[in-house]
């Protein structure tokens, strides 16, 4: 995809809104606007940009996985499974003694 091929001057976008719309739908490539020759704008269609906006967030995520691999802040895949065995030991024990209590009564 080539941003070159894909601009149109503003008087453009208003003339021609709706065909835009259309063609960005179906082009699923962006669109640069310019004004009095200049790029000012760069407009997309919904599924792209949500598409985008996914695709940022992965990317976030990774690098901070990265960051905190560099800062050593990270745990081991054994010590989440024994913290969730602790609270899984600690959950089942509360629900005995509740039964327990209960039973007493």
């Known amino acids: 995809m080539k941003l070159s091929q894909q601009v149109k001057p503003i008087s453009y976008l208003k003339a021609n809104a709706a065909e835009v719309l259309n063609q960005l739908q179906k082009s699923r490539e962006p669109l640069v606007i310019t004004q009095n020759g200049e790029a000012k704008a760069v407009i997309q269609d919904i599924h792209s940009y949500e598409t985008l906006q996914e695709d940022i967030a992965l990317l976030k995520l990774l690098a901070l996985g990265k960051r905190q691999l560099a800062d050593h802040s990270t745990v081991t895949a054994e010590s989440v499974l024994a913290d969730i065995d602790q609270l899984l ?3 089942n ?3 005995e003694d509740e039964a327990q209590n ?4």
């Open 89 to 91: 030991m600690d959950d």
């Open 102 to 105: 209960s039973a007493g009564e």
């Open 93 to 95: 024990s509360e629900d």
